[in-house]
């Protein structure tokens, strides 16, 4: 009994130390992800966080997460996901220097659609898939910034768009590429204990949620105003990258 509280409290503790070290998730309140109005009082964060001048807000959705999940009538396949999937055809990043695997992706994986649902440049950021009740805004269409239309606008840094042959390369098997290249992929259990998450039902495939966490807030908003967080986890990443150590979890250089 004694043997098994021990390995059991070494357990929760390895557990605080590796979110401790990778970043801790679960305050998106206080991040560039949270939509809802000015004013709108938080569980988690400020009391309400302020607005500036160019920041993307509601016009009066008091909802944080409804911009991207629902509890109720979710699109079927991901996580109470309530956007819809983007049709778009997109262009993947392409390199000699590629293994196979990672060349013959075609089109990004669900995971990654669900980052390019609002990423892509073409869709906007308030048609949603199942709206909340109360809002008195028409079915499917949020107000944000007092507009029924909001695609992220072209030239800004957080739009990827549709052409994505200058970005990491995603969507293909992490595993069947480190063993094309077993010298310069670490294995895939060191990524993971690095922080790196893999998805996919074998658990294995890269998408832009391998580096990226949407929740975690990461010091200042696109202003420089503080509003809580890790700075070095800027631009929502799932390890700080401060001396490449993001790169160096999964490139073995």
């Known amino acids: 009994m004694r043997k098994t509280i021990i390995t059991s409290v070494i357990g929760l503790l390895l557990m605080v130390a590796a979110s401790l070290a990778y970043g801790a998730s679960g305050n998106v309140s206080s991040t560039l992800h949270n939509l809802s109005a000015p004013g709108t009082p938080f569980y988690k964060g400020p009391a309400a966080r302020a ?78 898939h199942n709206m909340p009740t109360g809002t008195g805004t028409p079915a499917g269409s949020l107000t944000i910034a007092g507009s029924n239309l909001v695609p992220m606008i072209s030239g800004l840094p957080t739009t990827i768009g549709k052409d994505l042959t200058n970005d990491h390369p995603i969507s293909f098997s992490y595993a069947a590429a480190q063993a094309e290249t077993p010298t310069k992929l670490n294995d895939i259990n060191t990524a993971k204990l690095k922080g790196i998450r893999f998805s996919g039902p074998n658990g294995d495939m890269i998408e832009c949620s391998s580096c990226h966490d949407p929740h975690v807030a990461y010091g200042n908003d696109s202003h420089g105003n503080s509003i809580g967080g890790d700075p070095s986890l800027r631009p929502f990443l799932r390890v700080t990258n401060n001396g490449s150590q993001l790169c160096f979890a999964c490139h073995n250089k």
């Open 51 to 128: 607005y500036y001048a160019g920041s993307v807000s509601s016009g009066g959705e008091t909802q944080v997460c409804v911009f991207c999940h629902t509890p109720h009538n979710a699109a079927i396949g991901q996580p109470l996901w309530n956007r819809a999937t983007p049709t778009s055809t997109f262009n993947m990043y392409t390199s000699a220097s590629l293994t196979s695997v990672a060349r013959a992706v075609n089109a990004p994986g669900g995971e990654s659609l669900m980052c390019l649902s609002c990423h892509d440049g073409v869709s906007a950021l308030n048609v949603v």
